[in-house]
């Protein structure tokens, strides 16, 4: 069993930055990834980001690269998600998620653990 607590959501304008943390607790032993996804209401779930505890190894979707950075810290079994240059369609309720194996990153069908998620919205 693994608790996944994120915070830092809030509202931005566009341009602006925020920094979500994803803390983990439980049995995270056999956590293979961190990702985080978003969605919108009225869309489907997508991808953001996600990265390996091991190597660090990371991995963005196309809409979200050069401006948000995943990172994590081993110690206190957090993840983070740097948003820089927030954009209105970057709005959406962000979660992160544990992977337990080397499935496909962007497939939510592969992360069994999932926070209750944070709102993220940025305004025009």
């Known amino acids: 069993q693994v608790q996944l607590v994120e915070s830092g959501g809030g509202l931005v304008q566009s341009g602006g930055s925020l920094r979500l943390s994803c803390v983990a607790s439980?049995?995270?032993?056999?956590?293979?990834?961190m990702g985080w996804f978003r969605q919108a209401p009225g869309k489907e779930r997508e991808f953001v980001a996600a990265?390996?505890?091991?190597?660090?190894?990371?991995n963005y979707a196309t809409s979200v690269k050069g401006r948000f950075t995943i990172s994590r810290d081993n110690a206190k079994r957090t993840v983070y998600l740097q948003m820089n240059s927030l954009k209105p369609e970057d709005t959406g309720v962000y979660y992160c998620?544990?992977?337990?194996?080397?499935?496909?990153?962007?497939?939510?069908?592969?992360?069994?653990?999932w926070g209750q998620g944070t709102q993220v919205t940025v305004s025009s």
């Open positions: 998620a544990a992977k337990t194996s080397a499935s496909i990153w962007g497939d939510p069908a592969g992360y069994r653990y």
């Open positions: 439980g049995n995270t032993f056999n956590n293979y990834a």
């Open positions: 990265i390996t505890w091991d190597r660090g190894v990371t």
